[in-house]
């Protein structure tokens, strides 16, 4: 950047456009409530189009030239994931017709996910650092939205007391919360709660309000989306931010993160695939909920080894489909195991090169053109997401993909405004010195002359 750049004023974007955009975004959210899934599936989730739009809306209006090209320089980066999902699916679809997947069920996920990339980009044009604010006041509107229209069925009594019986038993709840189980919104609350427990800004009385609600409303909304297991796993994130920063080596430590996992990720496809894993957990009483069956399916469809190729992008979902006309299964569940799928779908090279990009490209990004920090706020918000790759679908979810971006992006805002501003440091004792001496030196010459 320019030294103009850093000089330039602060933009907003218009406030008809900023409110349009948060519209879009709360109708797209809206596409996760139950009835409106079933019927129609992700399809509303592309009025998010309607937010990218308005960033262009915005561009037209009064184009800042120099935010579009910080916003735009992390489109290759962001797309190179799904660049490599392309590029591995069509190879097998090329070499082995036998095994091609749906490829309109591949085509529309690969849309979806360059909707979430563009998405992001468009969010922290339009708003820059707050992106995670107005990010996070769409999801909160959503789900209160999607309570005050699930209300009318069960009363505003049985609703009340539905809540509070979720909040004070942790998620034991039936009827009215149990039709606000909205799982990819939920999820995404656990990223808001990291990011305003660890890392939202508090050195203002306004910004700490800010994220003292931000805290109570994740919170919240984490209890009202009976995702128990997000609590445990958010707080051992906190944790392990904590700890992290009481080291120097705080870089190295978050690239050492991202190795370890990789190669615990091989490790549990071991005992996924062996029963090890199933055993274990069934012998401690744990409830799989039918994941042990749905974990051993796949079995015969794929190899644990280096060489193994890969179905394709969604040939997971066919064989669910499958499964369910053979009977194995009484409905087309999913797989509950994304690292699984991953590794049945693009293969040995593929997964590995997912797992690289995610957990040791990002977050050197994130550390070398950005701070330290914003790389630690990356692999805290990876890492709970990470737990919920081992038991659930999330790797692919919408609202998930997007938190993962817009909320480092946004933090990487801050921080960066804040090393371009000039600030005042004091001077060294030698600087100091040689100040003087220029003054008395100026003076004695003013008395010569």
């Known amino acids: 950047m ?37 019927a129609y599936g992700g399809l509303p989730k592309a009025v998010a189009l309607g937010t990218i739009a308005c960033a262009f809306l915005s561009f037209l209006v009064d184009a800042d030239f120099d935010n579009f090209r910080k916003a735009m320089k992390y489109f290759p980066l962001f797309l190179l994931p799904i660049a490599v999902y392309t590029l591995i699916t069509m190879y097998i679809w ?37 992106a995670v604010n107005y990010l996070f006041i769409g999801m909160c509107a959503t789900n ?18 539905s809540v509070v019986t979720c909040l004070v038993t942790f998620g034991e709840a039936e009827g009215f919360v149990r039709a606000l189980e909205i ?18 800004p508090k050195r203002t009385p306004a910004e700490k309000r800010k994220r003292i609600l931000g805290i109570f409303f994740a919170m919240f909304f984490i209890l009202l989306g009976l995702k128990r297991s997000t609590l445990p796993a958010v707080a051992l994130v906190c944790v392990y931010v904590k700890v992290l920063r009481m ?43 039918g994941r042990n069956v749905l974990w051993s399916l796949p079995n015969d469809y794929y190899e644990l080894s280096p060489f193994w190729k890969g179905l394709g992008f969604e040939a997971v979902t066919d064989l ?51 701070d330290t920090e914003t790389g630690i706020l990356y692999m805290a918000l990876l890492c709970y997401m990470t737990v919920t790759y081992l038991t659930d679908n999330t790797a692919f979810y919408f609202w998930s993909s997007i938190g993962l971006r817009v909320i480092p992006m946004s933090y990487s805002y801050r921080n960066r405004e804040s090393r371009e501003k000039p600030q005042w440091t004091a001077p060294t004792p030698q600087e100091a010195a040689d100040a003087v001496w220029a003054i008395e030196m100026e003076g004695k010459f003013s008395n010569v002359q």
């Open 320 to 370: 669910v489909h499958m499964w369910t006309r053979q009977g194995f299964i009484n409905r087309p569940y999913p797989l509950h195991n994304d690292l699984l799928r991953i590794f049945i779908e693009l293969g040995a090279l593929g997964f590995t090169l997912w797992a690289v990009i995610h957990y040791l490209l990002y977050p050197t990004y994130w550390m070398n053109q950005h």
């Open 183 to 200: 799982h990819d919104i939920t999820f995404l609350f656990g990223q808001f709660f990291i990011y305003f427990v660890m890392f939202a």
């Open 2 to 38: 320019g030294g103009g750049s850093l000089l330039r004023e602060k933009k907003n974007c218009p406030l008809w456009i900023a409110v349009l955009a948060l519209v879009c975004t709360v109708v797209a959210g809206l596409g996760d409530w139950k009835i409106i899934n079933d």
């Open 247 to 289: 080291f120097k080596e705080r870089r190295k430590l978050v690239l050492l993160t991202g190795s370890i996992l990789i190669l615990f990720f091989y490790v549990y496809l071991y005992l996924t695939r062996s029963g090890i894993l199933v055993a274990f957990l069934e012998s401690h009483g744990v409830d799989m909920m």
């Open 94 to 130: 090329v070499t082995d017709f036998s095994k091609v997947a749906s490829i309109s069920r591949a085509s529309q996920k690969l849309f979806f996910l360059t909707i979430t990339v563009v998405y992001s980009i468009c969010m922290c044009y339009l708003f820059e650092d707050r």
């Open 144 to 161: 209160a939205a999607i309570a005050l229209l699930e209300m009318p069925r069960y009363g505003v009594a049985e609703s009340i007391s």
